[in-house]
């Protein structure tokens, strides 16, 4: 099953992909009943269209649940693949509403003992933030190396809390920066335009999104 998903789609519209396998608990045991795919679409109507064809219908009858997140790029720097994906903001700013953020990376081998130590700490962190975090994934591209978080939050006010004025945050980007733990990094924002599906047994619906 995980083989046969991971290849790649064709699609009209479809920029840019990638099908990741999820961590649980953002942690090393990778979740084998759990994917994560990544478009990047030239029109919501092409993802709409896409998410009706039949290859994603056949994909889709052999699971438990899905959900889907519909996003507009706030602002982003770094690449990924040597590229930007998401260098076009299609939105302006999203006051007020709940925001989606990405961050991805591939790890220096040299770095993987320290990255992943500091792991669990990471976790608590976002524990403790729990009553503005509406939800967080763990996921990968490639086991221990290539990693990508996905999370969504109540609003962009509440990520510059957990950023920017958390001790604790801010010292781990500083430690990335000294130890040089990425050859490659990605850090993006997301207005949250729309959502539908389940998520952990539960409706996957994020109230007052953006309107595009």
């Not at 699609?11 to 994560?36: H, T, W």
């Not at 591939?106 to 939800?135: C, E, G």
Request: glycine share 8%; net charge positive; proline share 5%.
């Amino acid at each position: 099953m995980g083989r046969w998903i991971m290849r790649p789609f064709r699609a009209e519209g479809l920029r840019f992909q990638k099908m990741m396998g999820c961590g649980r608990n953002f942690g090393l045991i990778p979740d084998l009943s759990a994917y994560v795919f990544l478009g990047v679409w030239a029109e919501e109507k092409d993802a709409r269209h896409f998410f009706q064809s039949d290859r994603w219908q056949e994909i889709c009858k052999n699971t438990l649940e899905t959900g889907t997140l519909y996003l507009n790029p706030l602002r982003s720097h770094g690449e990924w693949d040597g590229q930007n994906p998401f260098a076009t903001p299609a939105v302006a700013r999203a006051a007020g509403f709940p925001v989606a953020v990405l961050t991805r990376a591939t790890l220096r081998l040299a770095a993987l003992p320290d990255f992943w130590r500091h792991i669990p700490q990471a976790r608590q962190r976002l524990k403790a933030h729990a009553d503005d975090l509406l939800l967080a994934l763990g996921v990968g591209e490639k086991p221990f190396t290539q990693q990508c978080t996905v999370s969504v939050w109540k609003s962009e006010k509440s990520i510059d809390q957990f950023a920017y004025r958390q001790s604790g945050h801010k010292e781990v980007v500083r430690r990335t920066r000294e130890r040089r733990w990425y050859s490659e990094e990605l850090f993006a924002r997301f207005a949250v335009v729309g959502s539908e599906g389940q998520f952990n047994g539960k409706p996957l619906l994020i109230e007052n999104v953006a309107t595009e």
